[in-house]
C-alpha cells in the first residue's frame, strides 16, 4: 500500500473554503472500520462548490473532497465487508462532514456502503454517481406517488444537460414516458434526444416570474434547479400532479404560493440523496442497472484526470458540463 498519497483538500483560505491538492497519508484518515482502495470518483455540482468555494459545503475542514466512490475494499474490522468486495458509496456526508473520495484511500463507516451491481464497472458507477443515483430516486418517488403513466401527458426534466437530467432523461424515457427537456443550451438538444426527449423548453421561461396557476401541462417533473424554476414547474403541474425536487442549481428560496397545492393538489416531494435509507438506495441501484442504457450512460460520459478538478469545479459551476465527468483519482 503506498502510504502516502495526493488529495483534494479543503481548507480555509483568508477566512474561506478553497480546494487545493495535498500529499496525505493513510494514518491522516478518519479511524473508521473499512478501508477502501477508491478506483474512481465522479464530479457534482456539490463537489464544484466545496472546490471553489462558491458554496459553503465543508462544515469542518480541513475536509478531503469528494462526494462519491467506487472501489475496493482492503481491510475491514466489520463483518458486513471482506477485502476485495467491490463497493460503491454515495453521500453520508462525504465532503461536508465525512472525508470524501478525491484521493487513492479512504476509510468510511461500513453501513455507508453498498455492493457494486453486477450490472456496472467501477467507471460506471461513478459515470452514475450521486448525480444519477439521485435521478433514479426522483423516478422512483414519482411512479409511487402514481400520476405519471407511459405514453401519456408529458414530465418535465430541468437541467436537462446536466448530470441528474441526464440519467433521468434516460430513465424515463426507458419507461416509456414523454420526457420534455428544459434547457439553455439549444446545442444540447441532439444530445437530449439521443437520451429519449422528445420536446423542449428554454429554461429561460421557466426562470421568469409567472403567475401562481398557469396552464396545466406537466404530469409530473424532476427538478435539479429550484427558486422560480421549481415554482413555475408547479404552477403547470396537472391536477395530482407532482414534481421531485433535488436540486438548487438556480437558488435555494422558492418565490411561490400555496395555490398549486390547495386548488390542484400538486405535491412537492423532496429527494434526499445524501442519508437515503439502504432500501432506497438498493431500489435506485436496481432501477438503473434494470433501466439504463449502458450505451445512453457512454454517450453522457467523459473522464477526466483528478489533476484537472479545479477548472472543472469551475465549469460546473458555471453550467459549462454537459453530462457526467468520472474523476480518475490515481490521474494526478
Known amino acids: 500500500m503506498t502510504e502516502t498519497f495526493r488529495a483534494m483538500v479543503i481548507d480555509a483560505v483568508d477566512g474561506k473554503p478553497k480546494g487545493a491538492f495535498r500529499d496525505i497519508s493513510v494514518a491522516d484518515l478518519p479511524d473508521h472500520d473499512v478501508l477502501v482502495e477508491i478506483a474512481c ?56 462532514t465525512e472525508w470524501g ?94 437520451l429519449g426527449a422528445t420536446n423542449f423548453v428554454d429554461r429561460a421561461t421557466l426562470a421568469e416570474k409567472g403567475g401562481p396557476l398557469q396552464k396545466e401541462r406537466w404530469t409530473g417533473g424532476v427538478d435539479s434547479v429550484g427558486s422560480t424554476t421549481l415554482v413555475n414547474a408547479l404552477a403547470q403541474t396537472v391536477r395530482g400532479g ?47 442497472a434494470r433501466d439504463l442504457d449502458k450505451a445512453k450512460l457512454g454517450s453522457m460520459t467523459t473522464v477526466e484526470p483528478m489533476s484537472n478538478l479545479p477548472r472543472l469545479a469551475e465549469d460546473i459551476v458555471a453550467g459549462r458540463i454537459r453530462g457526467r465527468v468520472v474523476i480518475d483519482v490515481m490521474a494526478v
Open 41 to 96: 470518483s465522479t464530479l457534482n455540482y456539490k463537489d464544484g462548490l466545496a472546490i471553489t468555494g462558491k458554496g459553503r459545503i465543508a462544515r469542518r475542514m480541513p475536509m478531503m473532497g469528494g462526494v462519491d466512490l467506487s472501489g475496493t475494499v482492503l481491510e475491514s474490522r466489520s463483518p458486513e465487508w471482506k477485502p476485495g468486495d467491490k463497493v460503491v458509496l454515495n453521500g453520508w456526508g462525504l465532503s461536508e
Open 242 to 288: 407532482a414534481i421531485a425536487a433535488c436540486g438548487l442549481a438556480g437558488g435555494a428560496d422558492l418565490p411561490g404560493t400555496v395555490l398549486p397545492h390547495i386548488l390542484r393538489a400538486v405535491t412537492l416531494i423532496g429527494v434526499d440523496s445524501v442519508f437515503a435509507t439502504r432500501e432506497q438506495r438498493m431500489s435506485a441501484w436496481a432501477r438503473l
Open 101 to 194: 473520495a478525491y484521493g487513492r484511500y479512504q476509510r468510511v463507516k461500513p453501513e455507508w456502503l453498498i455492493p457494486l451491481p453486477d450490472a456496472f464497472s467501477m467507471e460506471q458507477a461513478m459515470a452514475i454517481g450521486t448525480a444519477g443515483y439521485t435521478s433514479a430516486l426522483c423516478v422512483d418517488a414519482l411512479e409511487k406517488w402514481g400520476t405519471i403513466k407511459p405514453g401519456e401527458g408529458e414530465v418535465l426534466v430541468t437541467g436537462a444537460a446536466g448530470g441528474v437530467g441526464s440519467v433521468a432523461i434516460a430513465l424515463l424515457a426507458a419507461r416509456g414516458y414523454n420526457v420534455t427537456a428544459s434547457t439553455g443550451r439549444p446545442e444540447t438538444h441532439d444530445y437530449l434526444a439521443s
